[in-house]
């Protein structure tokens, strides 16, 4: 299988990335490779152990590219029958490598859907990345075959593609199913290319597979998208603004579109990956709003009062549905651990 490792300014974590690789990997044949898309390569790979990148293909394009872009770039350079592109602040936690040796093997099937657990990076006093607040599911080892007649319910705005394979998180594609994308020009697309690739793969009603065996865990960085909300009047989240507003469909664009990002990307996604089927892309003001409140529980008061802003006539609407939004907020504070 192919693994690749978009990188862009993260030497820290991506040192992690790559000591799991060969750690947890030892028996599964794969090639590794790294596509470089920070400051510079040598921004990317600072303090990386020579060992550890001895067996990588290290790639770099000559321009800054997109994130969707980039593993565009990273997929040109894959041979493997399956392709991962693995974030550079997640690590391979696989305790199980020869069950997924024998899925890896079969020839049935288009795309694989694996469990993974959850962490938080935090930087201490000395500025070194530590990892902490680990979560890492039980396995079962059930493997489920999903057909390829799955219906997909009305409701699809709240369709969560993390459920199907989309090439990241927990999930691996064949390199000919991607390939196929590639040729028709829509290989990774919208802003966010892990929400597109599994909308199009569900609404395409490829054939699959899920199997109760843990692959990674996802690690939540300092950077985040998050911070939009918190600093939406910053340079940063302006310039943001700006790239969203020429890309998010026209189905979703609200006033100024500097806040909230997270929802407006995420069901961007899923409908440019409905446009390119040739299926629906109408959304209803209810469909609209209830998806925006939940896809960001931490900051329902911040997300309702940006709808109402935005539009006059989405107050009632709102109003009624930040009540179950703020109950659930409560009830995952309580809960979760703040990640």
């Known amino acids: 299988m192919s693994i690749i490792v978009p990188t ?10 790559l000591e799991s690789i060969k750690m947890k990997l030892s028996i599964i044949n794969y090639e590794l490779i790294i596509a470089s898309n920070g400051e510079s390569l040598e921004a990317d790979l600072l303090n990386i152990p020579v060992e550890l990148l001895q067996c990588a293909k290290i790639v770099r394009s000559e ?9 565009r770039y990273g997929f040109g350079f894959a041979s493997g029958k399956w392709v991962h592109v693995m974030g550079d602040d997640d690590v391979v ?7 997924l040796l024998e899925i890896l093997s079969r020839d049935d099937l288009n795309g694989i859907v694996l469990r993974y657990g959850t962490f938080k990076w935090r930087i201490d006093a000395e500025e070194m990345y530590i990892q902490e607040f680990f979560w890492q599911p039980e396995e079962t080892l059930e493997v489920q075959k999903i057909e390829s007649n799955l219906k997909i319910l009305d409701s699809w705005e709240e369709l969560h593609p993390g459920a199907y394979p989309n090439a990241t998180g927990g999930s691996f594609i064949t ?11 829509i290989l990774f697309s919208a802003v966010s290319p892990d929400w597109f690739t599994g909308a199009y793969f569900a609404f395409s009603n490829s054939e699959y597979l899920k199997l109760d065996l843990l692959w990674a865990s996802i690690g939540a960085h300092p950077e985040s998208s998050i911070f939009q909300m918190k600093y939406p009047k910053s340079a940063i989240s302006q310039k943001e603004a700006k790239v969203q507003r020429y890309k998010i469909h026209k189905n979703l664009c609200s006033l100024d579109n500097t806040f909230p990002t997270t929802w407006l990307i995420r069901l961007d996604s899923i409908i440019r990956a409905r446009e390119s089927l040739g ?9 609209l709003i209830k998806n925006a409140l939940d896809t960001t529980p931490r900051y329902v ?5 940006k709808l ?19 109950t659930k ?11």
């Open 63 to 71: 321009t800054r590219l997109s994130m969707g872009e980039n593993w």
């Open 329 to 339: 907020s409560l009830l995952k504070r309580m809960i979760l651990p703040r990640i």
């Open 279 to 287: 299926l629906d892309t109408s959304i209803s003001e209810y469909r």
């Open 175 to 185: 390199r000919e199913y991607l390939c196929d994308l590639e040729r028709k020009g």
């Open 93 to 99: 936690s696989l305790r199980n490598p020869q069950k």
């Open 8 to 17: 862009r300014n993260r030497p820290q974590t991506l040192k992690f990335a």
């Open 308 to 326: 109402m802003t935005d539009k006059n006539s989405r107050i009632p609407i709102t109003v009624l549905l930040m009540i179950p939004a703020l």
């Open 301 to 305: 008061h911040k997300v309702g009062f």
